[in-house]
């Protein structure tokens, strides 16, 4: 019952951990609590993503007369829609299952326990009372739904990510309380099929932490599709009535809706993860404190994931983590994970990704820039699939000459921007600058073009864009 690496958790951290070190011929034990996918393909990333593409054909079938094309009024059969999320998540889960089995990695279940000499307990679930051991020890808990006073969760009237994603039927008005990636995606879903939706932010902004230009055409958005964007607002709890209930906020102003969704961040899973006589450390919110190489306290333990400390909760950071971790483990060199610059994404319409430095960053910095914008509504592939909301903009740092040199942020919003941001990624991480970056060729007519023909007028010659 000894093994190389035990994981506890079985998320996108943990299982990634799990196949790469197996690939490297490390022996991998995972515990996990629920099903191994964790909440990414259970109850986030990958359900929540079926239900926006839903959102999205309801939204092109509605909009098929402007093709020459009648298909009449569209409607929904949300519980046709429920058993399509389960088989899409079904089919990754068993794919996840044969990847794990085939590499030899075993799968306990039950909830984990670091114990003191890397043990690891099984606490409860079919395996409980089992005990391994690890070389190493990787902590990969994850993280659930945080909530509100006020907003006790029923599933009914006051919902979580969790509870939303299990839906029968679309509330015809709905309050979702958090105006970030998670809530405008749950925003822009809801309002597509037809529910009157109010998303209350406690900040001055939706997507506080986006590009302002960005954040500022996704409000203008939300606003043209009848979304209420109230901000600066504090929740104070709700008052059930009928059939729906009222959201009551601080200024004495109440929201009556079928349906609260709260949407105000992620606290860590860490409850039961430490016994006494680990060195392990939280932090005054209950996050594992790690070093830049994802390293705990104690030696040979390791966290990766939504229960680390000051990291992105993000499945893809998770996975470039867990890479870091299992090379530490072979004796490998090690590259820390470059937060400032990993890729966002966030799905809501219109969509939204960026990498590196916003605007307003750089400049707090005291570093000069150099900055283009250029809208989709220029773009010819934007204009036949008839979506031109948006655009891209790159940020560059301004060399003593006034020229541009490298580039420090790409942020976009438009249409399937989270698969073209690669491209923009790839010139942040690598410090190019604009006259490297414009030398490449996008496809025409592509919505790609619009980041090239943006990169394009930061040398001064562009093409369409001044």
Known sequence: MEYDVVVIGGGPGGYAAALYGAAAGLRIAVVERDKVGGTCLHRGC????????????????????????????PTIDFAVNQRRKGAVVNQLYRGLSGLLQGRKVTV??????????????????PDAGTEI??????????????????????????????????????????????????GCEFASL?????????????????????????????ARSFRRRGIQVVTGAQ????????????????????IEVGAIVVSVGRRPRTEGLLSDGTEVQLDERGFVVVNQYQQ??????WAVGDVCAGTPQLAHVAFAE?????????????????YERVPWAIYCHPEVAFAGLTEAQAVARGIPVVVK????????????????????????????????????????VGPWVTEQLGAGYLAVNWEATPNEVAQFIQPHPSLSETFGETVLALTGRGLHVG
């Open 235 to 254: 929740v104070k709890g709700h008052a059930p009535r009928g059939e729906g209930t009222a959201l009551q906020l601080g200024d004495g102003q109440e």
């Open 133 to 182: 051991t690890g070389r190493h020890v990787v902590l990969a808990a994850g993280s659930v739904p945080r909530t509100l006073p006020g907003l006790d969760v029923d599933g009914r009237l006051v919902l979580t990510s969790d509870e939303f994603l299990d839906l029968e039927a679309v509330p015809a008005s709905a309050a979702v309380v958090g105006g970030g990636a998670i």
């Open 46 to 73: 990958v359900p929540a993503k079926e239900f926006l593409e839903t959102a999205a054909v309801y939204r092109t079938v509605t909009g098929a007369s402007e093709f020459g094309i009648e298909a009449g009024a």
């Open 373 to 412: 914008k250029d809208p989709f509504g220029g773009n010819s592939r934007a204009r036949i699939i008839g979506d031109t909301e948006g655009l891209v903009k790159v940020i560059a740092e301004q060399r003593p000459d006034g020229t541009p040199g490298r580039i420090l942020g790409v942020h976009m």
């Open 296 to 301: 705990t306290h104690e030696p040979h333990v």
């Open 190 to 218: 809801l309002a597509d099929l037809g529910s009157k939706v109010t998303v209350v932010e406690a900040l001055d902004s939706i997507l506080a932490g986006c590009d302002e230009d960005v954040s500022n055409a996704v």
């Open 108 to 125: 306990l279940s039950g909830s984990g326990t670091l114990l003191p000499g890397r043990r690891v307990r099984v606490v409860d679930g």
């Open 322 to 338: 867990s890479i870091l971790v299992i090379k530490g483990v072979l004796g490998e060199p090690m590259v820390p994970v470059d």
